[in-house]
């Protein structure tokens, strides 16, 4: 049964350590929640200036390896060690000025159009490796032996033309079976077998009514009936709108197929093409496919329980950042293609009144030349695919994916789970887990800032790395990071099917790693079930000192994008709104004043369970400073090291907070609009003029007639926090009759 109601997003963080910010949102009864949480996790990127575009990817047999299809260049990468990427080889293989300049001269770019993007890799054998690039869009292909290449050739038919368009490719049995276009304009597709072997001539199906402006995403193979699959989304000129509607499909074609006697010749006698509706319950559908991924089943089951799990999007724009996830069974596929068939008559599709027991089927090389007319008339099957559960597993209103990738583990309770690696078009990998009452998004990650025209992921599972090509290179992601959750609770919310807290170590593990007893809840996340006797790990004791009336920022970070944040102080247990400001970045902002000096802790609550994100101090400093440079210092204490840290804070420019006495209580007060002012000496100065004034009369009456002396005179200056004395001579001469008037 597919659940799609919830979706959950636990935590975030970017490539290189830094956390992005997100807001959550709701559709259809979907709760999406994006935004910080996990500790720094950099990530291994390979990437040099004068390569660009690593965009094709291919793993060797032992995962050792990885082959990278770039712009002029086939690389070599070691990838065994864990965390590490360095370049063994690399192959240049650039257009001659001459093959440019034909090019350019077609009215296509130097820079961008007209290099040669590698987009077919694939092993043809244990030694030879086939890869077919762009080459100034005029495709040239090549066998490499330790990417030493032996000889190049034509590669129409095997990659396109234009470096960004979509195409597949899959090696069977040394074969290659290529889903592409075959012209300079990108008008003609093409769906081939090349390399044939043992006699066997090339076959393809080129025609505009077999494929009608297909975008090729993916393609798979079944061993077990000799079937290569292929998907993509074309018009679908069986529907009859005024828009141009677009169709998901899947299409067949049988490994060994070699062509008809004498119709169909060198072409497929076993193409047929079906829709893929990925469509939730009273909603348009999602009709364009964007990537798929095939996930082996489980051991035990026959290959009639192989997964497509597809990305798919949609073309109105009510639904244009939106994209859902629907998985299909290769048994569901078989069954669509053995059913019925319309036939293309008269410019238009109808359901074919007999049904031809040879439509969709393998070995009619030697069929009649009737029984190949109905194959030429009718490949479009009649029944639609229905996804697992007839509706979507994933359906996000905000996120708009374009590459998938899939693995099934079991959990600590031995349970299978499906994992799912999803690509955005903002640069976001989501990590997400299906489970019985929806979608679990465990982790994301920003892998790419700009956005990529050509990207693709590709899945180690003997390894446990996800690998991701952009223009800006290549990363390697690892499936799970279960260090980073540094408690039992943290642990056991991740709701990570790869991960689970180890009472005997007291760390948080791979489930794998963990001897017994491995302390997991993928479906609930029951912290209080799982987490008994398991200490919480106690935030660090933060020691702020702070002047009078300078700014002091508490930040306080969630544990997951899923957890709440709230802020208590041993004063008061709700925090009066005008002394106290909540940044969107859920830090705590107010006045150091007498009182707002105290203890406050940042509590986060998630699934009912609550702990202590942070704890400080926030105490009068004892060294004064010049209140027109505000500085806070913060000590932070740990057990094992105690060190000091100042930090400069800033004034929101819409705050304006106002001291709360011992005995005025938040809702006595009615008027706080005054601006909150530091504390003055003005009294003092006041009272010190009148007595300078005092002295300065009676010295003037007692010497009247004398010569002008020197007096010292002592005024008491106000600081900050403190008072000084300083000596001020002045110079005062007597007035008299002769000189009063002069200065």
Not at 25 to 49: A, H, K, N
Not at 349 to 373: E, I, V, Y
Not at 439 to 459: D, G, S
């Amino acid at each position: 049964m597919a659940v799609w109601s919830t979706i959950e997003i636990a935590s975030s963080v970017d490539l290189f350590g830094r956390y992005a910010n997100w807001s959550g949102s709701r559709f259809s009864g979907i709760m999406v929640l994006i935004s910080t949480g996990l500790p720094e996790r950099p990530l291994p990127l390979f990437s040099q200036p004068d390569i660009k575009n690593t965009t094709t990817l291919l793993l060797s047999d032992d995962d050792s390896t990885l082959f990278v299809g770039a712009q002029d260049a086939v690389l070599s990468l070691d990838v065994s060690q864990p965390g590490v990427i360095t370049m063994k080889t690399k192959m240049e293989w650039k257009p001659p000025p001459d093959v440019l300049h034909e090019c350019t001269t077609k009215g296509k770019k130097e820079t961008t159009d007209c290099p040669n993007f590698v987009r077919v890799l694939q092993p043809i054998n244990a030694t030879h490796l086939y890869a077919c690039g762009t080459f100034a869009y005029n495709p040239h292909d090549t066998y490499m032996v330790r990417l030493f290449p032996r000889k190049y050739n034509n590669g129409k038919g095997c990659c396109p033309f234009n470096p960004y368009q979509r195409n597949t490719a899959i090696s069977v049995d040394g074969e290659l079976f290529t889903a592409t276009t075959n012209d300079f304009r990108g008008n003609t597709p093409m769906v081939s077998r090349q390399l044939s072997k043992d006699g066997r001539p090339d076959v393809s199906q080129d025609t505009s009514v077999t494929l009608n402006e297909p975008t090729f995403v993916s393609s798979a193979s079944d061993t077990s009936e000799g079937k290569v699959y292929f998907f993509f989304s074309e018009v679908g000129n069986e529907y009859s709108f005024l828009d141009e509607f677009k169709v998901a499909r899947v299409a067949q074609v049988c490994k060994d197929d070699s062509g008809g006697e004498r119709i169909l010749q060198n072409r497929w006698t076993s193409f047929a093409k079906a829709e893929l509706l990925c469509r939730p319950p009273k909603e348009l559908p999602f009709n364009i496919i964007q990537d798929v991924f095939t996930l082996a089943p489980s051991e035990g089951y026959s290959t009639q329980d192989i997964l497509f799990y597809g990305v798919f999007t949609s073309q109105w724009s009510v639904a244009s950042g939106q994209s859902a996830v629907c998985a299909f069974r290769l048994g569901d596929i078989k069954d669509v293609f053995a059913g019925n068939y319309k036939i293309f008559q008269n410019h238009q599709w109808s359901p074919r009144m007999d049904k031809s027991s040879n439509l969709g089927k393998c070995g009619l090389a030697n069929a009649s030349d009737t029984t190949l007319m109905a194959v030429k008339e009718s490949f479009l099957a009649s029944g639609s695919v229905h996804p697992i559960g007839s509706a979507p597993v994933l359906n996000s209103p905000d996120q708009r994916y374009s590459r998938i990738a899939a693995l099934r583990t079991k959990a600590a309770n031995g349970q299978d789970y499906t994992i799912l690696f999803l690509l955005s078009e903002s640069g976001f990998l989501h990590k997400a887990v299906l489970l019985n009452k929806g979608t679990h998004i465990i982790e994301e990650i920003q892998v790419f800032r700009q956005p990529q025209l050509v990207k693709n992921i590709l899945l180690s599972t003997s390894k446990g790395v996800l690998y991701v090509g952009t223009s800006e290179g290549v990363t390697q992601v690892p499936v799970s990071q279960c260090s980073s959750y540094k408690s039992c609770a943290q642990c056991v919310l991740a709701r990570d099917p790869l991960c689970g807290w180890d009472p005997a170590s007291g760390h948080c593990a791979s489930v794998s790693a963990i001897p017994a007893n491995a302390r997991q809840d993928v479906e609930h996340g029951n912290v209080m079930k799982e987490c008994q006797g398991s200490l919480t790990a106690k935030p660090l004791l933060v020691e702020v000192y702070a002047q009078l009336n300078e700014v002091v920022r508490l930040k306080c970070s969630r544990s997951s994008n899923l957890a709440t944040l709230s802020w208590k102080s041993a004063k008061a247990s709700a925090l009066p709104h005008h002394l106290f400001f909540h940044s969107g970045d859920e830090n705590l902002v107010f006045m150091a004043t007498p009182d707002t000096f105290g203890i406050y802790h940042c509590i986060s609550v998630e699934r009912g369970y609550e702990e202590t994100a942070a704890i400080y101090t926030v105490k009068q400093s004892v060294s004064p400073q010049a209140i027109d440079t505000p500085a806070v210092q913060i000590r932070i204490t740990t057990t094992e090291t105690k060190d000091q840290m100042t930090t400069m804070m800033e004034i929101p420019k819409d705050m304006t907070p106002e001291p709360l006495s011992s005995s005025e209580k938040p809702e006595d007060i009615v008027n706080h609009n005054e601006p909150l002012t530091a504390k003055n000496y003005h009294s003092e100065l006041v009272a010190v003029s009148f007595l300078l004034a005092v002295c300065v009369c009676v010295l003037m009456s007692t010497y009247s007639r004398s010569e002008p002396s020197r007096v010292v005179m002592l005024v008491r200056r106000a600081g900050a926090g403190s008072e000084r004395l300083k000596s001020m001579h002045l110079v005062i001469p007597w007035l008299s009759p002769n000189n009063s008037g002069h200065a």
